[in-house]
């Protein structure tokens, strides 16, 4: 079928807009994968939705109408058969068939006709309680007695400590579902398509929600936003536990007992679950919500705790009505969660934006990190609980326990530690970093006599992570960790105790004794562990296993890496009906197409590609590649060259210049946080960073998340509100920090993007190698330094696309170094078109001069 000319939009859309929705159209019609190029500034989200809401449309549209009509073929045929006939017998069967055949599909057309008068009825609903509760708003509500408030403290005091015990002790249901958990599987009669849309952050869902309000499919849509019970929980005494799967696990261990919110005891105090007072709650009148209005995750929250009912339950029971669904990377991406979501891709959509670091995504999600101090911390955890209550297990469970004990003392191993070793411990220098594959790794930690899938499974099923939480929190005072048998003293000790953040050495550390920048791991290590075995279910050749010895054993690292992203992809290659990657810059495409596409089973004719030039004119960015600084010193900072201090003089001196033509804010990019450091004090020490002051306003990336916001602040204020001779600000950056992607450089943020040097990764790291290598071994030879090389360039076009922003933006782009001459093909096309190479400086310069000369102009 034809895509449509013409598409629904809030605004005259652009022709490179109408192309991207007739392309996507086409893609979900066909059911093909695709690959959506359209850089930032293009209104690349509206042209999303409102190309993929139409589709959704006349899809249902098509699916009603195809039913209508085969009713109507078979209806026309039973009538044809009740004209009298000799051959009774035959019209007869011939009736009986066609009746067998109309049955299935006229249930079908009326659950989907009910599905579509659902919205209407939800919508009175809400209108109904609307109304109810502007009637009650004047009445105070009723509250507790004194006598009821004594009762309650009294029965909270008599709470028997066997039964705080009780609770601490392991399940042995062989089965790990929950009653809550339990979910509808009668298959419906119908089941309307689904658009699953996934970004990589809570905050760029909120922006899609805000782009949907704006559409004009914002009336007619049901959208649901997914996302973790860490963002939609609102029992204060589960959310204060911080990390995500101590809520799971409280959460699912509070459903077990009934209360209400009146009945609902002091978590704190009493140490034991008393059931969740926000389930089930009026979940009926959170769905009708979710489902009638386009709300984000916060606004749904807020619903939820006026209904006093769980907004995690009402958004997942309101997916099998929704049309567009809003998750999170980890939601789609790792099966577990998908599975445990209730999502299907069967037949459904999916559309993943800002996709360009889709398959390092995926490679982060499922590689996972432990330390010889997690290792340490749930040994003796664990060793302890067990102690405790083992009279009390099964046979089973002592079994599994001892598997587990057995993991964790191997494991030590290989840093030369045992159980009885101390975090602050040496490890033995001979000891060197060496990467393993899986079975390699299993035989010498001799982990391969334990099964890890049932093992696994045992820890799920008897809720071991909470329990042994539980008994933490219980008891924690009381749990201790091997003290240290030698008393070591002098100044690198005093160092390795304040990078360990080990406590004294002559004191016994508690379990519960966490350093303060890295809580969640000491606190409850058995998750980290759990997810590095978890990592060995992996297929042995899509991942290796690297061990890093450190200093001492708390600080050693085993480190699982995942070398094929396409593992995880195969499931939803396979399932959904059509998968779609977009984002501003996407190249190399073959890159998705190699090792994810193809690698997961997809076929070359199914894949297609399209990418779409800027909407800016060309004449509103100019990109310069410059080969020479000003006094003729060659631009070319590869690792030997980068503490030259020639090379560091020219680049102060070519910095200056520029800030002498560029009106407003420039933001420099260099290759690492190092990098930029020995920059800026070099040209501290000579002086340059004085005289730029007299121009810009000197602004440096911060190394902390919470600051950046801070220094994002001062630089718009310092460019919005220059203070002479100053005529704006210049921002150090790094390239692949906090800055370099998902921020705005727009307008006079932006008038100037320079990058210093190429930002190759380290070639000699022992991970980097081992990926190259797998790369040439299961995709093509070349692939491994096709990789190194992507790494780089797409690093740097993703710095570039912070400049321009709309259509009426305008900026430069400056790549210093020389060896930018043979990677112009692999910028972004809208680059390219621009892209002027410089063999000296004073044709940059004068370049630049004459592009913001002939804008002040163009304004006045």
Known sequence: MEPPQEFPFPFPAYEIQKRFMRELYGCLESGKLGLFESPTGTGKSLSLICSSLRWLVDHEGRRKQELTSTIAEIDSKIKSCEKPSDNWFTVQTEQIELNAKKQPLQAKLNALLEHEGEREKLKKMVESKKAARTKTTGKIRQQPTKKALESDKTEEANSDICDVEKDLILEDGLSNSESSEEEDTNEPLFQNTKIFFCSRTHSQLTQFVHELKRSPYSQDVSVVPVSSRQNYCINKNVKRLKHINLINEACLQLQRKKTTVKKEKDLKRSKVASGCPFIPGDQKLLMAEVLTNIQDVEEITQRGQESNTCPYYGSRKSLQNGQLILVPYNSILHKNTRTSLGIDLKGNVLIIDEAHNLLDAIEGMHSSVITGRNLLHCYSQLSQYQKRFESLFSARSVMYLGQLSFCLKKLLTLFGA???????????????????KIEEFEVLTEIDTVNVFKLLEFVKASKLIHKLQGFVEQYGNSIKINEQRIKKSGVTEFLNSIKSNDVPSQETVSVTDAPSNNEEQTSNPLMAILSFLECLKSSCADGRICVLPSTTVGQGIIKFLLLNPAAHFHDIVRDARSVVLAGGTMEPMSEFIDQLFLMAGATPDRIMTFSCDHVIPKGNIISNVVMRGPTGVEFEFNFHNRQDTRLLDELGRALLNLCNVVPAGIVVFFPSYNYEDTVFKHLDKSGIISK?????????????????NVILDQYAHSIKNPQSPCNGAL?????GGKLSEGLNFSDDLGRCVIVVGLPYPNIKSPELQEKMKYLNEHVKPDAGSSFYENSCMKA??????????????????????????????????????????????????????????AKRIKKT
């Open 731 to 735: 921002l150090f950056s790094v390239v």
């Open 796 to 853: 740097v076009n993703q710095c570039i696309g912070r400049s321009v922003r709309h259509i009426n933006d305008y900026s430069t782009v400056v790549l210093l170094d020389k060896r930018y001459c043979h990677k112009v093909k692999v910028l972004p096309q809208w680059i390219q078109r621009s892209v002027t190479i410089n063999d000296s400086f004073g044709s940059v310069v004068g370049n630049i001069a004459k592009f913001f000369a």
């Open 418 to 436: 045992t159980t009885k070793s101390h975090p602050g411990d040496e490890i033995n220098k001979t000891i060197t970093p060496r990467l393993y």
């Open 692 to 708: 730029i002051s007299a121009k810009k306003r000197i602004y440096r990336e911060p190394k902390l998340a919470s600051q950046v």
